[in-house]
């Protein structure tokens, strides 16, 4: 399967909403359930650690995986565990979500503190060959209010896709999106989400595109060394939390 077919089909993952008809081949998946998540209000208060949201699409949310515990934004709490660096994760994806989407629903996640934002956001759009700068503007604006809310707030950007069937002008303008707002609002940068697991068979679910446990947590471990320095730098400005980790 060639790079360009790819792209094609992590977009198309990340489309999917279960309010929509489906008459494509990720119909079956899509209906199946995305594991329960707690609501950006509930992050657990048992555990120390920096409050690390995850505001995305259904590559977030899990779509098709039977247990919340599989998705990688479990298995990222999971590795910040092991590496004596705990935090409390929440995920706040919802399938189908836009860039538009997620910021109109930023301020209902940003109702309890956030320390750490990590946004999974803008697949849909390109999916949909929305405007490129629109789409630019609404991860910028994102970016902005969670930071005047929260000034001391962290920042990570994970990227995406475009299809290539909308041609190389878009989708290099879309590539270009996330690199330029990370850079532009010194957030950090996941150049792309999907990395090594895009398009291998064993590593998504049975129409080829949502990623399977195994895809998850290869996106956990694409993640966690953007993630880590930050929750490191969380660590460092609250020594008494630190403390309470070792």
Known sequence: MNHRLLSLLCIAAVGCSPS???TDAAAGVAERAAPAAP????????????VVVFLGTSLTAGL??????????????????????????????????TSA??????DWVLREPVDILCVELGANDG????????????????VEETRAKYPDVRILIEGMEAPPNLGPAYTSRFHAIFPTVAKETGAALVPFLL????????????????????GHLIMAH?????????V??????????????R
């Open 64 to 97: 098709g995986l039977l247990r919340a515990e599989d998705t990688y934004v479990a298995r990222l709490g999971e590795l910040a565990d092991s590496a004596g660096l705990p935090i409390r994760a929440v995920n706040a994806g919802v399938s189908g979500e």
């Open 127 to 142: 999916l949909r060959g929305q405007d490129p700068d629109a789409t630019e503007a609404n991860l910028r604006r994102i």
């Open 232 to 245: 490191r730098d969380w660590y460092a400005a609250h020594p008494a939390a630190a403390r309470e980790a």
């Open 39 to 50: 609501a950006p209000d509930s992050a657990p208060t048992e555990k120390v650690g920096p």
């Open 101 to 106: 989407g997620g910021l109109r629903r930023l």
């Open 222 to 230: 694409t993640v966690w060394p953007v993630l880590e320095p930050l």
């Open 20 to 22: 929509e008809p489906r």
């Open 195 to 214: 990395q090594g697991v895009a398009g291998i068979p064993e590593l998504n679910q049975s129409d080829g595109i949502h990623p399977t446990p195994e």
